[in-house]
């Protein structure tokens, strides 16, 4: 039996309202954190509480570790395990006080109202909405490739993960994009950026020259052997052309089969939604299997 006199507000009788465990594991789905002050375990409370916007804030920092998808499933994996703890630990509490509990002054529903709200408030100030539309838009969002344009480092039935927070939206030479199709804005293409504003490009038998610098592109295919006069197409010579201030020159992997920059123009910076990370999941669909070797890669 727990002994609650050095609980009680001296000279008044202890008042016994014994802790539910099903209040107790709810509260603590509601707000990891709440069920212990439920249970009168203010500190551990207060600690619990404050672990979880804590947690959120350290999540989009996996986008700049090494293998993306495997800190992404680590941090869901130590968020699971927080609920798992927040929740067992309040029920497993509450048993024992089944008996006898002397509630404290803070054992009252309008704290346990304004516990939610404050933390509510302040995760709203702090990191906006945190809908799932909101981490799209803001934080990461998830996409499938449909395409053999960007083979061999990009697979049709891959699913990668974009970086779509403010400073992906100023990419570099050589990083993976997702944007607006010019054309069509209502769709996204992802391209590899050959060339940044002020650059002049230039393609000549299959072969890419960036102000005058043959480059050497070690993750380019060519499925073609035939090499078409720019009068045929633009796909093997083209330009040279001069990349507008704020604009990107973005071509596909696989030379032969993307239609890319030579055929429809610039990628305006305004127009980019993100940089692609890593593939979390890969599935050759022809074949009916899993690529698990390729899950957890990292997109350079």
């Known amino acids: 039996m727990v002994n609650f006199a050095n609980e009680q507000d001296q000279g008044k009788p202890m008042a016994n309202k014994p802790r539910k465990w099903w209040i107790a594991g709810l509260f603590s789905l509601i707000r990891p954190g709440l069920g212990q002050i439920y249970n009168g375990q203010?500190?551990?409370?207060?600690?619990?509480?404050?672990?979880?916007?804590?947690?959120?804030s350290?999540?989009?920092?996996?986008?700049?570790?090494?293998?993306?998808?495997?800190?992404?499933?680590?941090?869901?994996?130590?968020?699971?395990g927080f609920f798992v703890y927040a929740i067992s630990d309040a029920i497993i509490t509450?048993?024992?006080?089944?008996?006898?509990?002397?509630?404290?002054?803070f054992n009252k529903t309008i704290v346990y109202i304004g516990i939610i709200a404050t933390f509510l408030i302040a995760e709203h100030w702090?990191?906006?909405?945190?809908?799932?539309?909101?981490?799209?838009?803001?934080?990461i969002q998830a996409y499938r490739i449909p395409s053999a344009s960007m083979?061999?480092?990009?697979?049709?039935?891959?699913?990668?993960?974009?970086?779509?927070?403010?400073?992906?939206?100023?990419?570099?030479?050589?990083?993976?994009?997702?944007?607006?199709?010019?054309?069509?804005?209502?769709k996204d293409f992802i391209k590899r950026i050959v060339a940044?504003?002020?650059?002049?490009?230039l393609i000549k038998d299959k072969e890419?020259?960036?102000?005058?610098?043959?480059?050497?592109?070690?993750?380019?295919?060519?499925?073609?052997?035939?090499?078409?006069?720019?009068?045929?197409?633009?796909?093997?010579?083209?330009?040279?052309?001069?990349?507008?201030?704020?604009?990107?020159f973005v071509m596909g992997d696989n030379r032969d089969l993307s239609y890319d920059s030579q055929f429809w123009g610039f990628v305006e910076q305004s127009r980019v939604k993100g940089i692609a990370r890593?593939?979390?999941?890969?599935?050759?669909?022809?074949?009916?299997?899993?690529?698990?070797?390729?899950?957890g890669y990292k997109i350079e």
């Open 42 to 56: 203010a500190s551990k409370g207060l600690t619990v509480l404050l672990l979880f916007p804590l947690l959120l």
């Open 58 to 80: 350290v999540a989009p920092l996996a986008l700049d570790a090494g293998n993306i998808v495997l800190s992404f499933l680590s941090i869901v994996a130590i968020g699971i």
């Open 94 to 105: 509450a048993r024992r006080l089944r008996i006898e509990y002397a509630p404290r002054k």
């Open 126 to 139: 702090l990191f906006g909405s945190l809908s799932p539309e909101y981490i799209k838009q803001n934080y």
């Open 151 to 186: 083979k061999p480092t990009l697979l049709v039935g891959d699913r990668i993960l974009v970086d779509r927070r403010p400073a992906a939206r100023t990419p570099k030479r050589g990083d993976l994009i997702v944007f607006e199709y010019p054309v069509d804005p209502k």
């Open 196 to 201: 940044v504003g002020g650059d002049t490009v």
């Open 208 to 248: 890419l020259f960036v102000n005058g610098t043959l480059q050497i592109e070690p993750y380019v295919i060519h499925d073609d052997s035939r090499t078409l006069t720019a009068a045929q197409s633009p796909r093997d010579n083209f330009g040279p052309v001069t990349v507008p201030n704020g604009s990107f």
């Open 278 to 295: 890593g593939i979390y999941w890969s599935r050759d669909n022809d074949k009916g299997v899993i690529r698990f070797d390729r899950i």
